[in-house]
């Protein structure tokens, strides 16, 4: 897995190697990895150097200092480059660095007209206005040079980070860079991969300068499909059904019965071996067995069934379902509670007393709330609530729903999902991720149970990527039936096309 890391850290680690390099030779190796990348993109889109154009946006800072060195390397290869300063001063000895190689700064009293121009020309267009160190929104000039540059034809390249962009959180104040690639130097920042910065990056490039070493544990990971593989590995020779394990189901409601069929569908796809559903006497049991014949309905205290190793809980239930997810979080086996078991716990005192004592018998429990089940359960805490406080608070893992899906223990670093996409924004979708996370919960007792959980989320988010290559409107449904699919790729290692 790929760790990011927050601001702070990175600063430290890189104020920590500066003190055992030469003076500047950070800036120098962090400068050259840029130009390759630049002379790279320039031979993809002319197919030579010769006659190139490349415009480099430029602030005060280091960043602006790494652009300038890189622009002068390209100059040196025979490129037209010109820099646009949008600040009141730029990086000094990269600009005399710039302008030895034959690099031209353009006139500081830029008119709109002139920069517009410019940017039109440019075969090439690289942000180095602000780097990681940057918060809020852009200054003017900078706005309306970022605004220039996201209109042109030029292919963009952004210097650690897309402009306007926070490193830590992926947040956007006005107005940010489009690029089509970012060269971070380093190591990898979580704003890279958060919404919505996320869909202004392009692709991400990380080049090393050597600051590895000097890093501590990262804060986040991104979910690596290495990792997801190792978790839906084929069955063994000698496996049989109960080997595999059980996963129990109480979902649906005489208001919701699709939501039991959604949250089956999905925990049959986990791996597990068998797929036992809670019979609550309301009909729900006759529509999900007349779907799916080989799921197991049951009315008695599944509790008690040994080889049920883990329950999905909540899809489709209602206020008057309390009592079944007090039962479920009273078994000692992994729980993932979703939709009306989460707003039950929202309200209800002695489930979030549960969700603890679960702690102290060493039972998982997962969480799965998108922003507004979220909300409801951090009460009157509001946006003070965190992810990993409430972590903390509950003895839960949080699976944070929504464009890049957090997801977080109560201690140690937090998961990037990358794999989702706005095709899951449909009713249902989180109740195939239930299933199929509390399934892949029963059927890998011997993994972490946060590695799984993670995993679940890619392989959910993958299915959805499958099913819209059909270039149509994706349903819940069409989510559950690509989860076969994404589990083969995983498992092949055949990711061709895929966004992750």
């Known amino acids: 897995m790929r760790g990011l890391y927050p601001v702070e850290v990175v600063r430290e680690a890189e104020n920590a190697l500066m003190k055992r390099v030469p003076d500047g030779s950070l800036m120098q190796r962090a400068a050259r990895a840029i130009a390759v990348e630049c002379v790279r993109r320039v031979r993809e889109r002319r197919g030579r150097l010769v006659g190139a154009h490349v415009v480099l946006l430029v602030g005060s800072g280091n960043n602006g200092g790494d652009t300038l060195f890189a622009g002068a390397h390209l100059a040196h290869r025979g490129l037209s480059v010109r820099a646009i300063c949008v600040a009141s001063s730029c990086h000094d000895a990269g600009a005399r660095a710039f302008t030895a190689a034959g690099g031209r700064f353009v006139s500081g009293d830029l008119d709109p007209s002139t920069l517009e121009q410019e940017c039109v020309n440019a075969d090439l267009i690289v942000d180095g206005i602000v780097g990681i160190g940057a918060r809020g929104a852009l200054r003017d000039a900078a706005a309306h040079a970022v605004e ?7 292919v963009r390249l952004a210097v650690d980070l897309p402009s306007g962009v926070d490193a830590d959180t992926g947040a956007i104040d006005g107005v940010g860079f489009d690029a089509d690639v970012t060269v971070t130097p380093g190591c990898l920042k979580p704003g890279l991969f958060l919404v919505p910065a996320r869909s202004h990056v392009g692709e991400v490039r990380l080049v090393d300068i050597g600051l590895q070493p000097e890093l501590p544990e990262p804060g986040y ?72 014949p080989d799921v197991v309905c049951d009315g008695s205290d599944l509790r008690s069934d040994a080889r049920v190793r883990a329950w999905a809980c909540g899809p489709g239930f209602t206020e008057s379902d309390a009592s079944t997810v007090q039962m479920v979080l009273s078994s000692d086996v992994p729980v993932v509670l979703d939709a009306g078991a989460l707003r039950s716990l929202a309200t209800d ?33 509001g946006e ?17 729903k929504g464009p890049g899906t957090t997801i977080t223990a109560a201690s140690g670093p937090s998961f990037i999902d990358t794999a989702g996409v706005p095709d899951l924004a ?75």
Request: hydrophobic content about 45%; glycine content about 10%; charged content about 25%.
């Open 384 to 400: 003070a609530m965190t992810s990993q406080r409430l972590a903390r608070e509950l003895g839960v893992i949080v699976v944070r």
């Open 426 to 500: 449909c009713a249902g979708s989180g109740d195939v991720l239930t299933g199929l996370m509390a399934g892949m919960l029963a059927a890998r007792p011997d993994q972490d149970p946060l590695v799984v959980v993670t995993a679940a989320v890619w392989l959910h988010g993958v299915a959805a990527q499958r099913a819209g290559r059909r270039q149509r409107p994706v349903v819940a449904t069409d989510v559950r039936d690509c989860l076969a699919e994404a589990i083969a790729a995983a498992r092949s290692g055949n990711l061709e096309g895929l966004c992750i």
């Open 148 to 154: 220039m540059a996201n209109s042109s034809g030029a």
């Open 349 to 381: 005192t002695e489930l979030r007393f549960e969700c603890r004592r679960r702690v102290e018998r060493g039972c998982t429990t997962v969480i799965t709330p998108h922003s507004g089940e979220f909300a409801l359960i951090a009460g009157a805490d």
């Open 221 to 292: 990971w991104l979910i690596d499909p290495v990792d997801v593989a190792d978790v839906v590995k084929k069955p063994k020779d000698n496996d049989h059904k109960y080997r595999r394990g059980a996963v129990a189901v109480a979902a649906g409601s005489r208001i919701y019965p699709g939501a039991a069929i959604l949250a089956v569908g999905g925990s049959r796809y986990s791996g597990v071996g068998m797929v036992r559903f809670l019979d609550r006497a309301d009909g729900v049991a006759e529509q999900v067995v007349s779907v799916y």
